[in-house]
């Protein structure tokens, strides 16, 4: 067998088998399983009985007497702010509020509780409001239109083609998620990989395998079959969370539906996602290579690994940011800018989608990177390969990189 | 054909040099010592052989080529500072690496075990790397070497760590593998192991070659006019002994220009005098390579 082909074999198997490795595929598609499952045993079981909340109320602008129960809120009239107070602290109502007699001009209603809280609970408010709304309309128009005053839109929105056809992707939330989720594991295996890698050439140079395998095999095969056996296992574990993916939201829009019936994958996600794993990998493969070259240690090496292995989480930073600012152009410079390229990417198809030239600059600069830093990697490899102890200055660096 | 043949080869690090137009060569089933004191450039010396490092100047060639995969194969080499996989299997290691010399996964298990059968190492065929002592990971190391059958064997400090039984155990394959007709080449500073095992030697100091050539003939050309002698009785005057010096259990005597050996060896029989030791004084390699590296530096 070819030697290159032995190596990856070996590295590919040994990657495998790590429990780390096993841990971090098998617990995305689990945990998602376990999540349907839980849902299910929870679903089968009778809906908990919302308790009825009552509310004290002092009017004392006069003519709110009706509509006294607002969904599980239930209103009980007081002559007197003293009798509802005597009545908060016996526990016969929750709290109370009191409707001033100067109510309709300066809309300012009192209310009065025990508990200490950081704001009023919105059900709360609501159900007073109702209760304002619907007492100060009754009479006057319709139920059906006090209902509507009450509730007056239910937002349904549907996004057309270019064409004035139904889009196949109707965007919100339920296409974001996926993306957002895959985008966080994509960043953690590329993660993963470059740590097995510096750690596998950090190994191989501290335990002075390197002499042992270099008097069998070339550099260059040495560094092609590690890249490309490590490459191979991660790309296994993306592919196994990919492929769990479909099956997986069929079985939580069928068992939970509702907002999971409503997620959808964003064309060309799957394709998108195995492109940018690959050429991600590559980059962050010939960046581990270098930094493995020169690290006279295996902890320096993975200390040194970490600041690029840090930037790929950048856009997951601002992912937030992302959601309120589709169309910021820091968007276009963290899609084009290599390091995170993948991630950014990944989190755009789900919110806003991207522009071709965009991903066409994005792939470009990101292929043009990699071949630049495959080359100077093989340059280090081959100048620090031996070192071991201390690491060379940067400067050194350089100068060496130069001369070749 | 030579098995190696290094021709003038120099090799600089920033502003030292490490090798200095160095030359020798290494036959087909010969036992080839490199020797030279710490930081001589053996090592440096045998990564340019090994392809690791690419010689400045001069060149390298194995069985008449330069270094290939092809020739890679029919090479085994035991570095100074010794390494394996620390996580895997003994037999797993062994396997993968002999895989990389171009031997079938099959055939290796099998060579394995015979190999760990032979150095009584078969009870830790299973074992990780990282159980072993020391020595026993040594063992396993010189497994690797030569598990591919290689026509030549570069061993850079073999016995450093070994206990004596392992040493006169590698000792043993060593010479049963000289005697199969393959090239070895021992580098060490542990000049007792050269003098029992090589044939010829390089001798180099500060990355110069300073001794080369047959090791009897070299010690030869260091071999002073004196003989070492214990006899029972009174020594008297001897005819062409010029002093003499007492040792622990033995005398010294130094002979003129003009004497031989024989000549003393037939005077003390034609004396009758019995004769427990008589030895024409050699200085050890220890001693050549002190004198050498001394006179040198």
Request: proline share 4%; hydrophobic share 45%; with cysteine.
């Amino acid at each position: 067998m070819n030697k290159t082909l032995l190596i990856f074999r070996h590295e590919f198997l040994h990657a495998i088998k790590r429990k780390g490795f096993i841990i971090l595929t098998i617990i995305v598609p689990v945990l998602a399983l376990i999540g349907i499952g839980v849902f299910q045993l929870v679903s089968n079981d009778e809906p908990p009985l919302v308790e009825t909340v009552t509310i004290g109320y002092v009017d004392e602008a006069g003519g709110f007497d009706q509509y006294t129960t607002q969904g599980y809120i239930e209103l009980v009239r007081f002559d007197m702010p003293s009798d509802a107070t005597a009545a908060l602290i016996n526990g016969d109502v929750a709290e109370y509020f009191v409707i001033p007699s100067g109510y309709l001009s300066a809309g300012i209603i009192n209310r009065y509780t025990l508990e200490r809280q950081l704001e009023t609970p919105p059900a709360i408010t609501t159900g007073i409001k109702n209760f304002l709304t619907s007492n100060m309309l009754a009479d006057k128009v319709p139920p059906e239109t006090v209902y509507r005053i009450e509730a007056p839109l239910e937002l349904v929105t549907t996004r057309l083609t270019e064409t004035g056809e139904i889009a196949t992707e109707q965007g919100g939330y339920g296409n974001v998620i996926i993306p957002a989720m895959f985008s966080l594991l994509l960043a953690l295996s590329l993660q993963a990989s470059t740590v097995y890698l510096v750690q596998g050439l950090g190994d191989e140079k501290e335990s002075r395998l390197i002499e042992v395998l270099l008097s069998s095999v070339s550099p260059r095969q040495l560094l092609t079959g590690k890249v490309l056996g490590l490459g191979a296992a991660g790309l296994v574990q993306v592919v196994v969370w990919l492929a769990s993916l479909p099956l997986l939201l069929n079985l939580a829009s069928s068992t939970i539906g509702g907002f999971f019936g409503t997620i959808q994958l964003p064309a060309n996600f799957l394709v998108l996602g195995i492109v940018y794993f690959l050429l991600g990998y590559s980059l962050f493969a010939a960046l581990s290579a270098g930094v493995g070259a020169i690290s006279p240690s295996v902890r320096e090496g993975q200390q040194l690994s970490m600041i690029y292995a840090m930037l790929v989480y950048v856009p997951l930073w601002f992912a937030s940011f992302l959601f309120i600012f589709p169309d910021s152009p820091i968007w276009t410079v963290l899609t084009i800018l290599p390091i995170t390229a993948p991630i950014a990417v990944m989190l755009r198809l789900g919110v806003t989608g991207l522009a071709a030239w965009e991903l066409a600059a994005s792939l470009t600069v990101l292929v043009l990177s990699i071949i630049l830093v495959m080359f100077l990697a093989i340059r280090a490899f081959r100048v620090y390969l031996l070192m071991y102890g201390k690491r060379p200055a940067w400067g050194e660096i350089i100068r060496n990189l130069r001369s070749g | 054909m030579l098995a190696v043949e290094v021709n003038h080869v120099v090799k600089s690090f920033a502003d030292k040099v490490a090798v200095d137009n160095l030359s020798f060569s290494v036959a087909q089933g010969e036992m080839f010592g490199l020797i030279g004191p710490n930081g001589a450039g053996k090592t440096t010396t045998i990564r340019m052989m090994m392809d690791i490092l690419k010689p400045d100047s001069g060149d390298v060639t194995i069985f008449g080529e330069k270094l290939n995969e092809a020739t890679k194969n029919k090479l085994g080499y035991l570095p100074e500072e010794r390494g394996l996989y620390k996580k895997l299997k003994v037999i797993d290691s062994i396997v993968y690496l002999a895989s990389l010399k171009d031997i079938d996964r099959h055939s290796a298990a099998e060579r394995a075990n015979e190999l760990l059968n032979q150095t009584g190492m078969m009870a830790s065929k299973d074992k990780k790397i990282e159980e072993l002592s020391r020595g026993m990971g040594q063992i396993i190391q010189f497994i690797v070497t030569i598990i591919h059958d290689p026509q030549l064997l570069v061993l850079d400090e073999p016995f450093a760590g070994l206990d004596p039984v392992n040493t006169e155990l590698l000792k043993g394959m060593l010479a049963d593998l000289r005697n199969q007709g393959k090239a070895v080449i021992l580098s060490t500073h542990q000049m007792n192991q050269v003098e029992e095992l090589c044939d010829r030697i390089l001798m180099i100091n500060k990355g110069q070659g300073i001794l080369y050539g047959d090791l009897g003939e070299i010690k030869s050309r260091y071999r002073g006019n004196s003989v070492l002698l214990d006899v029972e009785g009174e020594l008297g005057g001897i005819p062409g002994v010029t002093g003499e010096r007492v040792h622990k259990g033995y005398t010294e005597l130094i002979l003129d220009s003009k004497t031989v050996p024989q000549q003393v060896l037939s005077h003390l029989i034609n004396r009758g005098m019995v004769i427990n030791r008589f030895e024409v004084a050699t200085p050890s390699l220890n001693e050549i390579f002190l004198k050498e590296v001394g006179r040198k530096s």
